[in-house]
């Protein structure tokens, strides 16, 4: 999706709750014309008052200024709810539309930027345009609308003092986006280092364990010293000259009622008008306040959200994942799986793939072996397309692998890794991933073959209990990935060094199981074990990205010529280390 424009996201985004828009500009609008009524029932009531008027008509604009106040706050109300509504609800649909586009990114992408970076985006850049989503528009023309209303009762009490104040809004306008310029900058640079403490802190929390290892403690704290320090120097130059600012705008603004007293006053003296007005020219010129400086508060708060607009338009024009294929029907059968010629590069220039070319049959189990650094582990994330290869073609059952469709891909290519990825959840949600047609049982059965029942056992809660990373051991964590695998049996599986933190012992009974689930499968298993790759029907053996060799693995063991065979007279651990 590329949007060109900021204003295109508020017709995508907001412009969809027109009604509820058309009820908030009805509201806003309400009350600000209410609110101007009220100054003229008190010119009224004072009035009459002065030149000894009914008692009933000072009790009837009494009652008609409670009634108008009583709308006005109602009207009040009603804007917020609506006005909290329509924000919500677009800036949510934004979120989701990023996180969403977020997971469809290709994982160079992901790579470039760190998790917070993207959090910020997300939450923080979304939430600077609630404000331009529901309130600019209406904001500006309600502001409008009393500024005009104000100065046309000025002109309507005399005209003098319409020019007056004419003169002064524009005054004010100009003073006010002067003063308020100055203060931006620093408190972008203060918002700057903001991050830069809390991007810190974070870093150094993760790594908390490493530091404490390490001895640096007292290094990080200094580090931490430094940037609070700038943190609060900048944040009080930001203060210090926003509250100039602020103060120089209220300084103006004493002005204008020193002006309105007086030419009140001198108007009143002439005879011109009558005491109520001299109150109403007061209260009018109180009221100028607001719709100044809210329209002022909108443009800053556009040129703020503009920051925050552009990152989300690139983030948004960030290309997803190239081609997204269309089969989304994979193989019902294991699949033939074919690299011919690919080259691959994760960064420019730097090949970790050369010309690869090999082919693995239908229900095959393919050991890659080979140093590390080799590009085993880079072969496995081309065939589940987390990297696209540059040069070459992959073909699964003789296709490209581009005309499959990722979802299809990701369902039927299981990729399981040392690192196991937890979700926050039970141990039900971890393992079936929300797929409802594995039940319970089917759950259990698994953890009993693949030799973790016991762990299962001590669970408080059973298959309800939450999962926490940080109580499982590494085997452990190994085997409930393999879990994952055993249930959604798809039809192409790669294990990467995915029993490796097993004890040996363990790792013979899971590979039994293992060799089940393989059966019939067409599977690559990485390995640095020697015993892992007696599961193997063949082996291809990798150097610097290159084939160094491939064949039936009985055939290699064989031959005393084979790079293979050479491994295993040597031990292949060592030679592998
Ligand atoms: N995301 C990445 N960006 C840049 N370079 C990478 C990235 N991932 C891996 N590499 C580099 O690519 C090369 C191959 O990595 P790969 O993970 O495929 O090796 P491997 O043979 O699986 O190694 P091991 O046996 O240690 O798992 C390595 O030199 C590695 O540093």
Redesign the pocket.
Known sequence: MLIQKPIHLFQKYALPYWKSLSFLAFFVIAHSILSLINPHIVKFFIDTAVGGGAFSKLLQAAVLFFTIALFTQLFTICSTFVGKKVSWKSTNILRTDLVSHCLKLK?QDH?KQNPGDLTERIDGDVTALSNFFSNFFVTILNNVLILLGILIVFYVEDWKIGVLFTAFTFAVFLIINKFRGYAAPHFMKARKIAEETYGFTEEKINGLISIQKSGATAHMMNKLNVLLKNKLLTERKALMTATASHSITMLTFSLGTVLALGMGTYLFMKGTITIGSIYLIYTYSQMLRVPIEQISLQFEDLQRSSASMERIISLLSTKTETTKGEKSNFCHQAPTIEFKNITFA??QNQN?LHNLSFKVKSGEVLAII??????????A?LLTRLFEHQQGDIFINGNKIQSYSIASIRNNVAYVTQELELIHGTIRENIALWDEKITDEQIKTAFKQLTIWEWFERQPKGLDTPLDKNTLSAGEAQLIGLTRVFLKKPQVIIL??ATANLDIATEKLVMEALKKLLNGRTAFI?A?RLKTLYYADSIMM?EE?KLLEQGLRENLEKNPLSHYNQLLSKGMEEQLA
């Open positions: 994982i790579h994760y960064e970790i080979g140093r590390t650094g080799c590009g085993k582990s880079t072969i994330r990467d060094e990485i640095h990798l990205g």
